[in-house]
């Protein structure tokens, strides 16, 4: 970093977006805007079983329509991939069949076996309708779990449902139990859930023959990914696509990988030389996109007499579904490593486990490993109950505190001296008035009324700096008017990065945030995109790092310009004065023009313009953490859960932009209060999805969610910014905390729930089984 | 395929005029024949409210209309709100102080139904403001800033400033 560099003047602020006037007013460009000429429309026709054998397939009727151009089977396009692995997916790895398109069999309700391209989304559809399709049923695996011991295959080819089974045991754990006061067991299961993008996915294609190019313009998260997986579908250079990155509607880590259908799109368009457009709509998109939380982790945790944590025992098991996105990942070997988290929790010993089955793929969504936070808390929350502890009283016994840090974690994990989990918990728990709501709790259920509190702690690791997701680069130039572009390999969709970085930026060289321009995709050095966390932590000190070469050079040549020395002059909102001599400057365009149109006037071995590139990379893993408690009343009437407060108490190091920050975190509780109390993708035995449309599929309206209070407990990390990643952290919190506020609410009829979702139905189940017993 | 009909509104203040089969939507028409790709479609089944543009007045969801059910009518759109290119609608003003918006997808159809809320309701309580924007869906925001713009906007155009 330069020893010159800027105070920072806006770092810290809440600065308005520099992306909304166009957002506000409509003039957003996202993939469905994008309009060529001579574009067609494709549209997929899926299965309507769970597991059947296609016995005949004829498309003449379809291809025979007027305005129809082309009708595929997987016969006629899966030949032409060379591979469709995710880039973090390892090549050796094994995985579910290399189809865009079912060919001979298909495997879920969704599964698209034909795509026609057409003039028109309307007329593609039509002909859907004139397909011929027969199917012979097979008996589906629609239970994960006794999906490992089920003799139907969703994949015969891989010869067995069990795509992972990693066993970590740990003899120092089997110790600890042998003379424990308490051993206490639960297991706890997540339900299927969905990311839910308000934009579904899309893309266009459009290949242009003899050069041998293929232009992109997709709904993405990560333009590079889009480039790579692209080039290996195709079997050309990765030089050969271009990703045009525009607005992109939301993710949620949906959109970090390729979809079958987008590959298919890929393909397509090279084949009829012509523009191929597909958007997918919203039944598609619940259906088939990618689903998630389908998991269950049984835990058996060891405490002594006194409430002091000793050890755990975990098994985890969840369901990847039949085509995970993304390619079969192992989010549960993370979860149960994760399991310890911000306590001191004693050795650990850990399986985990992942089956395929016959229904949509599991996909990242947004803290894709969050079953740790959710097991962990919901499990001290019974563990407080059993052993007869407050909950908040047995998390400050057994919580790391700051003499505890750094922090080798049984499991592999380490913390640094930079986490603040003893702070966020405190800080939650005053907020919050914890005292004052079991006083209020208390009188209620003297009228009958139930209350509940639930509090959650947890530490996510963020911007992971491992494999492909290591690095970021910036490029930044100063043009000739002083104007200052970034290219970068992020994929802001919602997380307000043409505002952050431009503020981090314009710390760093000295300009104004609206003097920075974020340039996403094409032209753009690689990076994973924006997912994970990541952005803030590893973009942003790449873009901080970049902004700082081209710092240090605007210096030299205005103080060779001016005369004066370099030690001797400031740079703030594009203006390079002498310190305590204002009159003395020049402006950044002076500079810049100088550098670039005349050069001869530069410093003696200065080189000719005003441009950086630098790259960075991130250490393994960068902690933040927070506190939620929330509190809800229920209707044993209705089994309705009303939530009264909800308070955030979180750490992410310095804060870029508070409003941004507060935002991620708004957009990640909500998510997680829909999935504990709402979202549901019911299949029912047959394997057949009864939640198609956002009638079924309840996303949380205005009228669900209370008024967040957000806390800020600030301990910078070791990163270049002190920045830590906060984007998924709203939804890892959430869903134990709102758990456990119900959970408490219940507790007076002696029911304790162990699975989501916990809908009026639930409640009032969890009710009843009380008065029978 | 039916065949085509001439199809005539006002947009925005503007005659469109174009062709369509019966079974033409008001969105479709409005993204592709009026070159309003601010009406986005986020569900096509009338519950995301993403296309919300007003009809005469009335806050319609244009995926559930069929574009010749809007004959002659007077259509405004996201992109008819603020009066000119320099200037943001104060309930555009108030999504953009407030953090209202995120990925911004869902945004034109919420900015559309506030305007619409707030000239029928323009001093709700905090309650009115939850359920009369209920009938939209953000996936982003968690609503908290949608609701606090929404507070602003209502402020703002019965001219108690912000």
Redesign the interface.
């Given at each position: 970093m330069s020893n010159t560099a800027a105070a920072a003047r806006y770092v810290g602020q809440?600065v308005?977006?520099l992306?909304?006037?166009r957002?506000?007013?409509?003039?957003?460009?996202?993939v469905?805007?994008i309009?060529l000429p001579g574009m067609l429309h494709a549209a997929f026709g899926r299965s309507d079983l769970a597991r059947a054998t296609i016995t005949r397939l004829d498309t003449s009727a379809a291809e025979a329509l007027?305005?129809v151009h082309a009708v595929y089977t997987g016969a006629d396009l899966n030949s032409h991939n060379d591979s469709l692995r995710a880039s973090l997916h390892p090549p050796e790895s094994p995985a579910p069949p290399a189809n865009m398109l079912a060919d001979g069999d298909v495997r879920f309700v969704g599964d698209p076996y034909v795509m026609v391209v057409a003039d028109s989304r309307?007329?593609a559809e039509?002909a859907l309708d004139l397909v011929e399709v027969e199917f012979e049923p097979l008996d589906p695996v629609v239970d994960y779990e006794t999906a490992a011991e089920s003799d139907d295959l969703v994949h015969p080819e891989l010869g067995s449902n069990l795509a992972h089974d990693l066993p970590v045991p740990n003899p120092a754990q089997e110790e600890a139990f042998a003379d424990a006061a308490h051993i206490i067991t639960e297991t706890w299961h997540q339900h299927r859930q969905t990311n839910?993008?308000?934009?579904?996915r899309g893309i266009v294609a459009s290949w242009q023959p003899h050069a041998g190019v293929m232009e992109v313009w997709a709904s993405t998260q990560s333009p590079h990914e889009m480039q790579l997986v692209g080039a290996r579908v195709l079997g050309i250079g990765e030089h050969k696509i271009v990703v045009h990155f525009g607005?992109?509607?939301?993710g949620?880590g949906q959109k970090m990988f390729l979809g079958r259908e987008d590959m298919a799109v890929l393909v397509a368009a090279k084949l009829l030389a012509s523009p191929v457009k597909w958007?997918e709509?919203?039944r598609e998109n619940l259906l088939a996109s990618n689903h998630a939380r389908i998991e269950q982790m049984t835990v058996t945790m060891a405490v002594d007499e006194d409430g002091n944590f000793l050890a755990a025992d975990l098994d985890q098991l969840e369901d990847d579904g039949a085509y995970p996105l993304g390619g079969p990942a192992t989010p549960g070997a993370m979860a149960t490593m994760l399991y310890p988290g911000p306590y001191r929790m004693g050795p650990v010993s850990w399986r985990a486990r992942t089956v395929y089955t016959n229904t949509c793929g599991r996909g990242a969504y947004r803290g894709p490993w969050q079953m740790e936070s959710v097991a962990r808390e919901q499990m001290i929350d019974r563990v407080a109950r059993e052993i007869g502890m407050d909950p908040l009283e047995l998390r400050r016994q057994n919580v790391l505190k700051p003499d505890d840090l750094p922090y080798q974690v049984s499991t592999g994990l380490f913390f640094e001296t930079t986490i603040s989990p003893e702070q966020t918990l405190e800080q939650a728990a005053e907020m919050i008035g914890y005292d004052d709501f079991r006083a209020e709790q208390a009188k209620a259920r003297e009228e009958g009324r139930y209350l509940g509190l639930g509090m959650a702690l947890y530490i996510e690791p963020t911007s992971m700096g491992m494999g492909p997701l290591g690095t970021e680069s910036a490029m930044l130039r100063v043009e000739v008017d002083g104007h200052v572009n970034v290219f970068m390999g992020t994929g802001s969709?919602?997380?307000?990065l043409e505002t952050t970085i431009a503020q981090l930026v314009a710390d760093e060289l000295g300009v104004r945030p609206e003097d920075v321009t974020l340039h996403q995709g094409h032209g753009s050095g690689y990076g994973f995109g924006t997912g994970g966390s990541r952005s803030a932590v590893i973009a942003g000190s790449a873009a901080r790092a970049a902004a700082s070469g081209v710092r240090d050079k605007v210096v030299a040549i205005a103080a060779h310009l001016m005369e004066a020395s370099a030690d001797d002059l400031e740079v703030a909102d594009g203006v390079i004065s002498v310190k305590g001599t204002p009159a003395a400057s020049m402006t950044m365009a002076q500079v810049a023009a100088t550098a670039y149109q005349n050069s001869d006037a530069l410093p003696p071995d200065t080189e000719a313009g005003l441009e950086h590139t630098a790259r960075y990379k991130a250490p393994p893993s960068t902690h933040s953490n927070a506190c939620h408690i929330c509190t809800c009343e229920l209707d044993p009437g209705t089994g309705k859960v009303t939530l009264l407060r909800y308070v955030v108490s979180e750490d992410c190091g310095v804060l870029i932009n508070p409003?941004?920050v507060?935002?991620?975190i708004?957009?990640?509780?909500?998510?997680g209060i829909g999935g504990v109390l709402y979202e549901h993708c019911v299949y029912d035995e047959s394997g057949n999805p009864l939640a198609s449309?956002?009638?079924d599929y309840l996303?949380p309206?205005?009228?669900e969610?209370p008024?967040?209070e957000c806390g800020h407990v600030v301990v910078p990390s070791d990163t270049p910014g002190g920045h830590k990643g906060t984007g998924e952290g709203?939804a890892i919190g959430a869903p134990p905390a709102v758990f456990n506020a119900v959970a408490d609410a219940l507790a007076p009829f002696g029911v304790y729930p162990n699975r989501q979702p916990l809908d009026p139905n639930a409640v009032l189940s969890l009710i009843a089984s009380a008065s029978d017993s | 395929?039916a065949d085509q009909v001439p199809l005539s509104m006002t947009v925005n203040g503007r005659t469109r005029r174009g062709m369509g089969?019966p079974?033409?939507t008001l969105a479709d028409f409005l993204?592709?024949q009026a070159l309003?790709?601010?009406?986005?479609?986020?569900?096509?089944?009338g519950?995301?409210g993403?296309c919300t543009v007003l009809m005469d007045g009335e806050a319609v969801r244009s995926c559930l209309l069929f574009a010749v059910q809007a004959e002659g009518a007077d259509i405004t759109?996201?992109?008819g709100?603020?009066p000119d290119d320099e200037t943001?609608h104060p309930v555009?003003e108030a999504?953009?102080?407030c953090?209202g918006?995120?990925?911004?997808?869902?945004?034109?159809g919420f900015?559309v139904s506030v305007a619409a809320f707030l000239e029928a309701n323009p001093d709700p309580s905090d309650d009115e403001?939850?359920?009369g924007?209920?009938?939209?869906?953000?996936?982003?925001?968690?609503?908290?800033?949608?609701?606090a713009a929404t507070r602003q906007a209502a402020a703002v155009l019965k001219g108690e400033g912000q």
């Open positions: 809440s308005k977006r992306e909304d006037p957002l506000v007013t409509g003039h957003g460009r996202y469905d805007d309009v007027e305005g309307y007329i039509d839910v993008p308000m934009e579904t607005d992109v509607g939301g949620f958007i709509d919203r969709h919602g997380q307000s409003m941004v507060d935002g991620q708004a957009g990640g509780v909500v998510q449309t956002f009638l996303v309206t205005a009228a969610v008024d967040l709203g | 395929m089969e079974r033409l993204r592709e309003c790709t601010g009406v986005h479609l986020g569900c096509e089944h519950v995301c993403s759109t996201v992109e709100l603020a943001l555009q999504f953009r102080d953090h918006l995120q990925c911004g997808f869902c945004t034109p900015v403001i939850r359920h924007i209920a009938g939209n869906l953000c996936r982003c925001t968690g609503y908290q800033g949608i609701v």
